[in-house]
């Protein structure tokens, strides 16, 4: 395509929140970064020329008022990517009701009212790709995760309604599903213990939703599983 295209990545935090934004970035595309706090994307926004923007994703307002800001200054999204999430890992007995609700508004919530605004924009021109992340929680949720399973499998099923019902109209709607560990600075003990490619790279997960954007329509993915060659599934 001539003109350049816009791509929002909602959830830019670091390890695969980063690595979304230098990806589309360095894939010729203007860059909208969002997250609650803009001031720990300063260092991120400079280094490829992106645009941070904060947005709390439990708060439809604050969302609608994200891709106003972003068309206006970017242009209308191309690929809107949702990576934003929150976790506490606690017993069933021991979590309380509005950590249970935090969880599920920031994961699953945050994902409808995103991917809804995505959608608004999307429909009418016939074209744009909306990104999902998903974790292994998406499929089985395990002890103590609940805080994540619940969330991440409302999202699994957002995807799947949104992908059957905007596809058809144009827009292509896939999930992705992170099954293992995003190397980061904290795994540095791990990386002496694994092969060097044993975690996840944030940098490779990225170049998958990439692709996923590139795909023709003829071909679209619905759900993308990534796990290292090490993990066991």
Known sequence: ??????????????????????????????????????????????????????????????????????TADLGAPDVVAFNAGAFVRKGLLDTTADEFERCWRVGCLGGFLVGRAAARLMVPRGSGSILFTGATASLRGGANFHNLAVPKFGLRALAQ????????????????????????????????????????????????????HRQHRSAWTQELDLRPWVERF
């Open 1 to 70: 395509m001539s003109e350049r295209q816009t791509a929002l990545i909602v959830g830019a935090g670091v390890g695969l929140g980063a690595a979304l934004v230098r990806a589309f970035a360095g894939a010729g595309m203007a860059v909208a970064a969002a997250r609650r706090g803009t001031e720990a994307l300063a260092p991120l926004a400079d280094e490829v020329g992106a645009r941070a923007y904060p947005c709390d994703v439990t708060r439809e307002a604050e969302v609608e008022a994200l891709f106003e800001a972003v």
């Open 161 to 212: 309604s949104m992908a059957r019902e905007l596809g058809p109209r144009g827009v292509h709607v896939a999930h992705v599903i992170i099954d293992g560990q995003i190397l980061s600075e904290r795994h540095a003990a791990l990386v002496a213990e694994r092969p060097p490619d044993g975690l996840l790279s944030p940098d490779a997960i990225a170049e998958n939703y990439l692709h996923l």
